[in-house]
Nanobody
Framework: VQLVESGGGLVQPGGSLRLSCAAS????????MGWYRQAPGKQRELVAT???????NYADSVKGRFTISRDNAKNLVVLQMNSLKPEDTAVYYC????????????????WGQGTQVTVSS
């Protein structure tokens, strides 16, 4: 099973970016999909998650600006980030947990390789 991330980059304050993460492999189900981030010198923190039954969890710092969505048929999770601020600058990591797939001994959590988001003028 692989987690392939796309999106990220450099954007000015107030701008938008879209992150995508697709889980590939012989996957039967995924319990939770989401995004975490880690800024330099800081611990990794939750950004947003969504469960297979549609329950959402957002960090207070991103509520009203970020929107997470998932496509269960494609094992895809998307993070739409609007009104970006310099403090959103970090490496963003895709996360999946509760995964049932061929060849897996554990349901997770599993992490993507990370994608850099930089918000700067």
């Amino acid at each position: 099973v692989q987690l392939v991330e796309s999106g990220g980059g450099l954007v000015q304050p107030g701008g938008s970016l879209r992150l995508s993460c697709a889980a590939s492999g012989r996957i039967f189900s995924i319990g939770s999909m989401g995004w975490y981030r880690q800024a330099p010198g800081k611990q990794r923190e939750l950004v947003a998650t969504v469960t297979s039954d549609g329950s959402f969890n957002y960090a207070d710092s991103v509520k009203g600006r970020f929107t997470i969505s998932r496509d269960n048929a494609k094992n895809l999770v998307v993070l739409q980030m609007n009104s970006l601020k310099p403090e959103d600058t970090a490496v963003y990591y895709c996360n999946v947990d509760g995964m049932v797939a061929v060849g897996l001994n554990s349901g997770g959590p599993y992490w993507g390789q990370g994608t850099q988001v930089t918000v700067s003028s």
